[in-house]
């Protein structure tokens, strides 16, 4: 029987989902297996590793930045990046929507891999350089604010990795059946448990409720339910002078 989890090798300006918009192409046009869907995205204009499942605990705990699965990517960019560039991304970038998580940034040799089409732009005069960067959240074009924000605009993005699954032995293009591993499937586990105890208690109460249960005869409500106390004997007439 096939894996519930398959690993894709996306090309660039390829959309990371099966339904079309517009005319920019989709995963359907290389992937033919019903029911799976992308664990998590890779933005149109990034390429690489790409998680697909059937399973929606799986697809929930790949996604989630709370199950902190690593992703590393490689990173082409514009200039020769400095040891300063370097130690801030380790350190954390301020970005608009806040402060990045320190990332693991090294200096890398150009990678041995497929060439993109179309091919990166370069300016003239200006040399490029390559970084491997590890990150354990997802925000929005994260990579690329983060290297911007060092100087080095990114010029091209490929994800090498997420956790232990890598872009080893897979083309451009092309995808495998994979074996969740381990740690993984304990995971997954683990949060269909949780899920599945939340699911049997749905009627308790809320400590608000049960306050509001305790304190509901002293409620005044048009007029009725008043407070409990017995009323306060009339005092007696005096009689009238003639």
């Known amino acids: 029987m ?3 989890l398959l690993l894709f090798n996306k090309p660039f300006r390829v959309l990371s989902q099966f339904s079309a918009e517009g005319d920019k192409t989709t995963l359907a046009q290389y992937i033919n297996v019903p029911e799976f869907y992308p664990a998590g ?3 149109f204009d990034s390429e690489g590793l790409l ?3 059937n399973q929606g605990a799986l697809q929930h705990i790949i996604a989630s930045p709370d199950f902190k699965l690593p992703k590393t990517y490689w990173v082409q960019v514009e200039g020769d990046i400095s ?3 370097l130690a801030k991304l380790r350190q954390g970038v301020e970005l608009k929507d806040g402060l990045t998580k320190p990332a693991q940034a090294e200096r890398m040799t150009e990678p041995d891999i497929w060439e993109r089409v179309p091919p990166v732009r370069h300016r003239e005069n200006i040399p490029t350089s390559w970084l491997s960067l590890q990150i354990r959240e997802g925000k929005n074009r994260q990579v690329r604010r983060m290297t911007a924000a060092v100087g080095f605009p990114t010029l091209r993005l490929i994800r090498y990795a997420i956790g232990p699954y890598t872009l080893d032995n897979t083309a451009i293009g092309e995808w495998n059946y994979i074996e969740p591993t381990d740690n993984l499937l ?7 448990e949780q899920r599945k105890r939340k699911a049997a208690s ?4 809320r400590p608000s409720e049960k306050g509001q249960q305790r304190h509901q005869g002293n409620k005044v409500s048009h007029g009725e339910g008043m407070a409990r106390r017995k009323p306060s004997p009339k005092p007696a007439s005096r009689p009238r002078r003639k």
């Open 2 to 4: 096939p894996s519930n």
């Open 41 to 43: 995205r890779l933005d």
């Open 51 to 53: 998680l697909l499942t």
């Open 83 to 85: 040891d300063e560039a």
């Open 186 to 192: 304990k995971e997954v586990t683990q949060f269909e």
């Open 202 to 205: 749905p009627n308790r109460r």
